[in-house]
Nanobody, 118 residues
Framework: QVQLVESGGGLVQPGGSLRLSCTAS????????MSWYRQAPGKEREMVAT???????NYADSVKGRFTISRDNAKDTVLLQMNSLKPEDTALYYC????????????WGQGTQVTVSA
């Protein structure tokens, strides 16, 4: 059973930085992509950043130039470096792993809270 463990959330002032980490359990096979999503109160869950097995990245327009997604060589850990944080970035951040070849399946972490406030 795939399990995702997230860490790195917390309280930070505007303009500050945080780095989120997500590690998948061993034997998480056929990873197609690893992503970070976030959900703010009263908002829909949105994709923040994605990195595919092939190394392609995609970012939400609101975080371009501020956030960077990366992964290690084992492709079982995904990082999200968040710089120049804004209050609008406040949300519960979820790690997502999409697995499969022909049939895709999504797995989600429990979420880590990011709060940007003075």
């Amino acid at each position: 059973q795939v399990q995702l463990v997230e860490s790195g959330g917390g309280l930070v002032q505007p303009g500050g930085s945080l780095r989120l980490s997500c590690t998948a359990s061993r034997f998480t096979y056929n990873i197609y992509a690893m992503s970070w999503y976030r959900q703010a109160p009263g908002k829909e869950r949105e994709m923040v950043a994605t990195i595919t097995r092939g190394g392609n990245t995609n970012y939400a327009d609101s975080v371009k130039g501020r956030f960077t997604i990366s992964r290690d060589n084992a492709k079982d850990t995904v990082l999200l470096q968040m710089n120049s944080l804004k209050p609008e970035d406040t949300a519960l951040y979820y790690c997502n792993v999409r697995t499969g070849v022909n049939i895709l399946r999504d797995y989600w972490g429990q979420g880590t809270q990011v709060t940007v406030s003075a």
